[in-house]
């Protein structure tokens, strides 16, 4: 599939968007995506697993608030320019597009520079010198990945997703077998940090490889399309700046208002629904090709691809919430530890609420892509600034009070909260997009017969996360409460299993 997407998109980009088999093509391409990240991710967790150990309680709240500062200025480097240029890209010809992304390489790499130096220098007075130096040294990393982004973008919207699958998997593999070696060699913080490096320039590398010769590689500095670019954009880069506060201000607020283990429990927590978080991003982003040309072009398909996204995302939500809920002792005890000083298991509470905020992560981003597509920023940037200045207040309260477990609550009520926000200011603005909810009640049947394995006291806990899979599974099923274009991702002996209606 990959080859046919390739020559078609080298005959003009935009022949494969407007094809009938683009919206395939875009579902095949997330499920890839997913797959991709995931398959790395359970090989980071399990080198996870090594590190926290390695580095104990206090450490891993060190790691994680130097992790969080970086992230902070990676938000604010983007601003959602990565994200626009997306939308923007499916809209423009071979020849603009490149001269838009090399702009927009050029300015997120100059704002990364500045943020790496804000950051660090704000940190000295404040944390322990160390917190600067990760911050400088993960700062390179994220330069390497500021520049591999706007590769990635261009592999986006052609929808070569097998690629993209394999750059992802490959940058979480071998972050994963680099943690290894350094545990064993009993490697301090900073080493561990430094990892993206490496891993950034072969990624980088391999990209470019594939690139090479259908565009510009390299930046372009031109301050007035720079500002042409942000006057565009301004709107839905104070958006993003509110959302990237928000996915970081729990870390941070638990650093300065509580004891340095419950910062500890709250990142592994964390960590855990990190690896998770960066599904339903995949999952829609890898739609919002097919979403930008369709706002421009085509209401219906417009309102198709969202509903069947929408359902997709309600589907695989519930499901991954009420698994991490169920299992999220077993995960604890897996990734941190249960004695001595690597006794993580007051995070399991704190897990259960991130697995929740996560399920409204899943349903959350499918409207924002949307809400994006149709260039409503205005309605994005009042659904984040209310809920980072809602989550900010919830968390100064509840943090001082419950610790980690606190600061996973506002988390939860933040998510939840965005969640409906955001389909409401959809659907207010353009009713004919309103998602169908057919398969609502089916899916609320499957998450109570998914919970059923709680009510069994001694079943172990795997057997647990087990039953209910399997529960929620034939639920699903029983009700098809499941989009039809699912039946695309199977062998083809196994679509009529599915197409039974």
């Known amino acids: 599939m990959n080859g046919d997407v390739t020559a078609t998109s080298a005959s003009g980009d935009a022949d494969i968007l407007d094809a009938e088999s683009a919206g395939r ?236 283990d419950q910062l500890g429990y709250f990142q592994l927590s964390f960590r855990v629904t990190t690896v998770l978080t960066i599904v339903p991003a995949l999952l829609s982003g890898s739609a919002l090709p097919i979403f930008a040309r369709a706002a421009r072009d085509d209401a219906q398909r417009l309102g198709h691809a969202l509903s069947r996204v929408f359902e997709v995302a309600l589907l695989l939500g519930a499901w991954v919430a009420i698994t991490l809920g169920i299992g999220a002792r077993f995960a604890v005890e897996l990734v941190g530890g249960s004695s001595g000083q690597h006794n993580f298991l007051p995070a399991a509470p704190v897990l259960v609420f991130q697995a929740v905020a996560l399920g409204g992560t899943f349903v959350s981003s499918v409207a924002q892509y949307g809400l994006l597509s149709l260039a409503l920023n205005r309605r994005i940037l009042l659904i984040n600034v209310g809920g980072l200045a809602g989550a900010i207040v919830l968390m100064c309260v509840l943090i001082p009070l419950d610790g980690a477990r606190g600061a996973a609550i506002a988390t939860m009520v933040g998510e939840l909260s965005a969640a409906v926000a955001a389909w409401v200011a959809l659907c207010t603005a353009r009713p004919e997009l309103r998602p169908s909810l057919r398969i609502v009640p089916g899916i609320a049947a499957a998450s109570l017969a998914g919970c059923a394995p709680l009510l069994i006291g001694s079943l172990p806990v795997v057997a647990r996360v087990a039953l209910s899979s399997v529960l929620f599974l034939a639920v699903v099923l029983a009700t098809r409460s499941y989009p039809r274009e699912i039946s695309e991702l199977l062998p083809r002996r196994l679509r009529p299993l599915l197409r039974g209606r």
């Open 25 to 260: 093509l875009a579902v095949r391409g997330g499920a890839m995506r997913i797959a991709g990240y995931l398959g790395g991710s359970l090989a980071g967790l399990g080198a996870a697993a090594l590190l926290y150990r390695h580095l104990g309680l206090h450490g891993v709240g060190r790691y994680g608030l130097i992790l969080a500062l970086v992230g902070i200025i990676g938000g604010f480097s983007d601003l959602g320019l990565t994200v626009v240029g997306v939308r923007t890209a499916s809209t423009l010809e071979t020849a603009e597009r490149t001269a838009m992304l090399r702009d927009l390489l050029g300015l997120r790499l100059v704002l990364t520079v500045a943020g790496i130096v804000i950051i660090a220098l704000i940190c000295l007075p404040v944390y322990p010198s160390v917190i600067a130096a990760g911050v400088a040294i993960g700062g390179v990393g994220l330069l390497l990945q500021v520049w591999l982004d706007n590769f990635i973008v261009s592999l986006i919207v052609s929808l070569r997703m097998g690629l993209v699958a394999a750059i992802q998997f490959g940058i979480n593999f071998a972050a994963a077998v680099l943690t290894v070696v350094l545990v064993l060699a009993g490697a301090q913080l900073l080493g561990f940090v430094a990892i993206s490096i490496p891993v950034g320039v072969g990624a980088l590398a391999f990209a470019t490889h594939a690139l090479r010769g259908e565009r510009a590689l390299t930046p372009s500095y031109d301050a007035a399309r720079w500002r042409a670019m942000f006057a565009r954009s301004l709107v839905y880069s104070a958006a993003i700046a509110a959302a990237t506060l928000y996915f970081y201000a729990a870390i941070v607020l638990t650093s300065l208002l509580a004891s340095r």
